[in-house]
């Protein structure tokens, strides 16, 4: 009854609502208009290319906005639009924080749930929310959110050292290559102090980047992210497994689906 029930009433209101879904459709014309001058424009301008990228962005938060609105519930879109905040204020985090902050965990974790938790806990209350459920619910659902996606973004920083390139969608190492400290690296320094002086100097020396993961090698970073994410992950399922009894078999069964996600996330390859 969290989820499943309340994302399906939510769906069947947007769509009785004709006109919100032409504009939708109307919406995703003019983004696939704009995607593809996107890609055109990488070769005549790099300054053109990010404009556009900007726009497309600001285009779809627009939208998003406008869904918002259609829903009437001025909770939820304080919900989402501190979701918004948040995500900025964790990039912010990341671009200008000083050495000391870098290098402290307990800054690492605010900056994570800023650009990762966020979004997942905040929406994980929303649904709750609109599904007409009581606020000790929608607290629970949370924490539920919450710890997921901490522990989503913790196994994210793991695989960014242990993960290749095509598992990853993306460059193995691009993290530290780009000058950002995550947990393991935080856990291997607590082990070898004098690893911050070489992570100080990434973006200066990128022979650095070896040195530094010669220390990770040798220490318990990795796992110690590891065990980290388990326990966030156990918080997001006892969070659900707080929820009040229910006999409803569809409720039962999206239960166990929500803390099989628990799992899935702490043992994903990618």
């Known amino acids: 009854m969290l989820f499943t029930r309340g994302v399906s009433r939510i769906s069947s209101k947007f769509l009785r ?11 995703h014309r003019l983004l696939a208009i704009i995607i593809p001058e996107q890609g055109h424009s990488c070769s005549d301008s790099t300054t053109t290319h990010k404009k556009i990228s900007v726009l497309a962005g600001d ?3 627009s939208r998003a906005c406008v869904a918002l609105a259609a829903l009437k519930n ?4 304080s919900l989402l639009a501190t979701v918004v905040e948040h995500l900025v204020t964790g990039e912010t985090m990341q671009m200008t924080s000083t050495t000391d902050q870098r290098h402290s965990m307990d800054y690492y974790m605010q900056k994570t749930y800023y650009k990762t938790a966020s979004l997942i806990s905040n929406s994980c209350k929303a649904v709750a929310l609109l599904a007409g459920q009581s606020a000790e619910v929608a ?9 997921l996606g901490l522990a989503f973004q913790l196994i994210d920083d793991v695989l960014d050292f242990t993960g290749t390139s095509a598992s990853l969608g993306k460059g193995s190492l691009s993290d530290i290559r780009h000058g950002i400290i995550t947990a393991p690296i935080l856990f291997a320094m607590e082990e070898f102090p004098q690893l ?3 992570v100080g100097q990434l973006e200066k020396d990128p022979t650095n980047v070896d040195i530094a993961l010669e220390y990770l090698g040798k220490s ?4 110690r992210t590891r065990d980290l ?3 966030h992950a156990n918080l997001a399922a006892a969070a659900i497994g707080s929820l009040p009894e229910t006999d409803d078999e569809d409720v039962k069964r999206s239960r166990r689906a929500l803390v099989d996600l628990t799992h899935r996330v702490i043992t994903r390859n990618k």
Not at 17 to 27: D, P, T
Not at 220 to 223: L, R
């Open 59 to 61: 285009f779809l938060l």
């Open 74 to 77: 001025t909770e939820v879109v």
């Open 220 to 223: 318990n970073g990795i796992q």
């Open 229 to 231: 994410a388990m326990e």
């Open 139 to 147: 607290v629970l659902a949370f924490e539920y959110g919450k710890n």
């Open 196 to 198: 911050r002086k070489v």
């Open 17 to 27: 609502n004709r006109s919100f879904s032409q504009s939708l459709l109307a919406s």
